[in-house]
């Protein structure tokens, strides 16, 4: 990709490959969101998937919180549900709702998803990556994403986001053939989706499986684990075929703390941790695996006061310890966050020695 600017700070491609960097990086999820009032005014007068799909405006976007802080990485400004919105369903973001699929996955209308030119209908991404990337002038890397097969099935199954998400376990459960065929579809999409990533210039990866919380291990070992291994084995064999470069990826599978050990066994150079879960006792299931972990700091701790917020944030990297270690929140930032407290959580992590 030497047509890209040089990058210059690559803090967490190092971490991610197990190098010592300079400073312990740090990004945010959902770091290019509501929380950020330049986002809110550029909202008025757009609809969040016309921000999606515009790559003039989502680059825009991914660019507002690295004009504004010090961060260690940009992510694109996208959605999961983009990949169901391309295979035809409708998919609308309601204010104080959030996604909604009017009309969900049933028996009867899986006949009626769209697979062909599925990647060609998400070139925008690909664009806006290409344009962010230009524009970013090689300040920090960009990550690239996915929803994973499960969580995405979930909100296709239920029509939007659930707390249970009984109706998608239930398929798991009474129609397991017709999940796994289903869970293959959309493992093939998204390998071909985040080759299309890096081919666009995404530097690393993360693959958001957001409702691994609500499975039990067996289920999450049976429908999730081999099409989680089958996204990252089969993005490098096609990066290596395309003689692109290997870039790191990240696994962030929420509430999936039952399975740590076997998500490290992936191949995936990073594993997300949620905020539920001990940083001490994370790195005593993941001893002796090569793998750097990111996280976990809960995000309603941005709501303490700054001397609370240091304090949360200094013993969280003390009980991580800074080998391997991406400081990041434990899920995305909630949109009514002050943006001043992000100054003084990145500022605190930079200020640790390693």
Same mark, same amino acid.
């Given at each position: 990709m030497s047509q890209f600017p040089q990058l210059k700070n690559d803090r967490i491609l190092k971490v991610a490959r197990g190098e010592v960097p300079d400073k312990l990086p740090v990004w945010i999820m959902r770091q290019a969101g509501r929380y950020l009032p330049e986002f809110m005014s550029l909202r008025q007068n757009h609809s969040f998937f016309e921000m999606c799909q515009n790559p003039e405006l989502a680059c825009e976007v991914t660019l507002m919180p690295i004009k504004r802080y010090n961060l260690d990485a940009a992510i694109i400004f996208s959605d999961i549900l983009v990949i169901p919105q391309a295979l035809g369903m409708v998919v609308e973001m309601k204010p104080g709702v959030g996604p909604v699929l009017p009309e969900p996955l049933t028996f009867e209308n899986i006949s009626k998803l769209e697979p062909k030119g599925v990647i060609e209908r998400l070139k925008y991404v690909g664009e806006a990556i290409t344009l962010t990337r230009h524009k970013l002038e090689g300040k920090v890397p960009l990550f690239g994403f996915t929803g994973a097969p499960w969580t995405l099935l979930g909100y296709m199954v239920e029509g939007g986001g659930s707390r249970t998400l009984s109706k998608a376990k239930k398929w798991l459960y009474a129609y397991p053939e017709v999940c796994h065929r289903l869970m293959y579809l959309l493992t093939r999409i998204? !390998? $071909?989706?985040? =080759?299309?990533?890096?081919?666009?210039?995404?530097?690393?990866?993360? +693959?958001f499986d957001s409702s691994a919380e609500v499975l039990n291990k067996e289920l999450y070992t049976k429908f999730c684990l081999p099409y989680i291994k089958d996204i990252r084995d089969c993005v490098l064999v096609k990066l290596e075929q395309k003689n692109l470069e290997k870039v790191p990826m990240?696994?962030?599978a929420k509430g999936a703390h039952y399975c740590l050990p076997e998500q490290a066994d992936l191949g995936y150079?990073?594993?997300?941790?949620?905020?539920? !879960? $001990?940083?001490? =006792?994370?790195?005593?299931?993941?001893?002796?695996?090569?793998?750097? +972990?990111q996280g976990n700091l809960d995000p309603c701790a941005l709501y303490a006061s700054e001397d609370n917020l240091i304090k949360f944030t200094k013993k969280m990297i003390d009980d991580f310890g800074t080998q391997r270690y991406i400081v990041n929140l434990g899920h995305g930032i909630y949109p009514d966050v002050c943006p001043d407290k992000v100054y003084s959580f990145i500022e605190t992590v930079h200020n640790v020695k390693i």
């Open positions: 998204i !390998v $071909d989706y985040l =080759v299309m990533q890096v081919e666009a210039g995404a530097q690393i990866l993360q +693959v990240v696994l962030f150079e990073v594993l997300g941790i949620d905020w539920t !879960v $001990d940083p001490k =006792v994370v790195r005593e299931l993941l001893k002796g695996k090569n793998v750097t +972990v």
